[in-house]
């Protein structure tokens, strides 16, 4: 049946093609998420430029304008989850990711119209809205453009490209003027848009729009071999075949309907929710004003600038998302998770224990350089592993036809949270003092180790048959143990 539905002239090549195309394709891919990073870290070096009386806005703004400032992105971002996330099925991964890109340079065109905190507070709803919907495509079509033995890699680059977004932002921030920062930040998605432009649509997509003949051509370009090779022919049935098993659309109803399909659909979630939960967001938006708390006493303080110890953060970042991209498809998602998870635990409480003896005995018995020291730490172990292997695995646990719809609703749900978070963060820490906060942050990380070691699957070069048998394992061990005890 394949066969009929599919023919071509087979080439055994001896070339045996590179990864190139599809780790430059990945990297092209995530740029509206770097453009995410940017607008993440963009309060931090700002915060103080716009609350001083040398603000670009009318006036200084207040504690609660920055507060809507630094949440509002993930109000609108979880409305957009749904919208490209059934976009991306209709019309494609690419065309729902080159509007993706449009918001986001309205943002930046209306933050450099006008400072005024309605302007701004408008302009981060419309980067929220193009992010949310990046990241639902994105990683639906790096999974779909990658080969199997680098998969868990080019699925890295999504939070790598936010690391990178993160880095620019804060150094940007720390040299250039207000004005000149922002032409910046608005080329970054209207060059992604371009070049987009030229790039093709994803195989199962052309597959599911019948297109088997393009297909293969983007397969043999993707994979740098002929398209006449025999490896592109059978991919391209592989493809086939799980197009006519599994059409691929928006269905909540047909996910709740497959009891391990659920199963799957709550691990993946609560390993994204940690994530969120960790604190590290927080950490990121707010850094310069954290580090501004932790040194305010120069006798315990490093001699660095917030801003500048905000770049070294956002560097650290850097290495670590480098680092996960290095090791992801060589010790497996599970490990790394739960190692980093297990790193930014201790390090968060090492901080929270910081803070606590700072307001009991003063800052005499405070070391000026831990407070950097734990954060860099957590926020090493963030980007290694935390941040990026959440949504490798969300994209190795399902089905093309379940993908779309479980990266939609995890990601309105993260989204979600992160808007709660960012938005309680700092009455949180009046409430019960920054030792507490990133006491809960520690509890939430060490708790999710043992949630990985007992609950969670390895996905790394594993079917969806293989990953959904150790879901079910237990209940299929008592099952086989049952019946061998009856036989006796």
């Given amino acids: 049946m394949v066969n009929k539905m599919y023919k071509v002239t087979h080439e055994k090549s001896e070339n045996h093609g590179s990864k190139h195309n599809q780790v430059l394709m990945s990297i092209v891919v995530c740029m509206p998420i770097l453009a995410y990073g940017t607008a993440m870290g963009w309060i931090s070096p700002n915060k103080a430029l716009l609350m001083g009386d040398s603000s670009p806005s009318n006036g200084p703004l207040s504690e609660e304008d920055v507060s809507w400032m630094a949440s509002i992105m ?22 729902a990711l080159l ?36 990241f639902v495509v994105c990683p639906l079509y790096v999974k779909e453009i990658s080969e199997d033995s680098i998969r868990g890699m080019t699925g890295t680059f999504v939070i790598f490209s936010q690391t990178v977004g993160n880095l620019l932002v804060f150094i940007l921030g720390d040299l250039l003027p207000f004005h000149t920062v922002l032409w910046i930040l608005l080329a970054i998605p209207l060059i992604h848009f371009c070049i987009l432009l030229r790039l093709p649509e994803t195989p199962s997509y052309l597959i599911k729009c019948g297109k088997n003949e393009e297909t293969a051509k983007v397969l043999g370009w993707l994979r740098s071999v002929p398209h006449t090779d025999k490896a592109i022919s059978d991919e391209v049935d592989k493809l086939i075949i799980e197009q006519t098993t599994c059409e691929p659309k928006f269905s909540p109803k047909l996910l709740f309907a497959d009891k391990t399909a659920l199963k799957a659909f ?39 600038s917030p801003n500048k110890q905000s770049i070294l953060l956002a560097v650290v970042q850097i290495f670590g998302s480098f ?45 000026g350089w831990l407070p950097i020291a734990a954060l860099c730490t957590c926020i090493f172990a963030d980007a290694s592993g935390l941040q990026p292997l ?14 779309g719809t479980v990266a939609t609703l995890i990601m309105a749900i993260s989204l979600g949270t992160d808007f709660a978070l960012l938005k309680l963060f700092a009455p949180l820490n009046s ?42 394992g237990k209940k299929r061990k008592k099952k086989e143990n049952v019946v061998e005890t009856n036989h006796v």
């Fill in 99 to 134: 509007f993706a890109s449009v918001p986001i340079s309205l943002g930046w065109a209306v933050k450099l119209i006008s400072a005024n905190p309605i302007a701004l507070i408008g302009a981060r709803a419309l980067i929220g809205f193009g992010s949310g919907g990046a």
């Fill in 390 to 403: 959440p949504f490798v695995i969300m994209t190795e646990m399902f089905s093309f036809q379940l993908r």
């Fill in 74 to 95: 993930f109000i609108f971002a979880p409305i957009a989850v749904f919208i490209y996330g059934v976009a991306a099925d209709k019309f494609g991964r690419k065309n």
């Fill in 323 to 367: 680092l996960a991209c290095q090791l992801v498809d060589r010790v497996g998602r599970k490990p790394l998770l739960a190692v980093t998870s297990a790193a930014a635990g201790v390090s968060l409480c090492a901080l929270g224990a910081w803070f606590y003896a700072r307001g009991a005995a003063g800052a005499a018995g405070a070391a």
């Fill in 266 to 304: 709550w691990v993946a979630l609560i390993v994204n929710l940690t994530r969120e939960f960790c604190g590290c967001i927080a950490v990121l938006v707010y850094a310069s004003h954290i580090f501004a708390e932790a040194g305010k006493d120069p006798d315990t303080s490093i001699a660095l």
């Fill in 431 to 472: 409430w019960i003092g920054y030792h507490s906060t990133f006491w809960i942050f520690s509890f939430i990380c060490l708790a999710n180790v043992f949630y990985l070691i007992f609950c969670v699957p390895e996905t790394k070069m594993r079917s969806l048959e293989d990953i959904y048998a150790d879901l079910e």
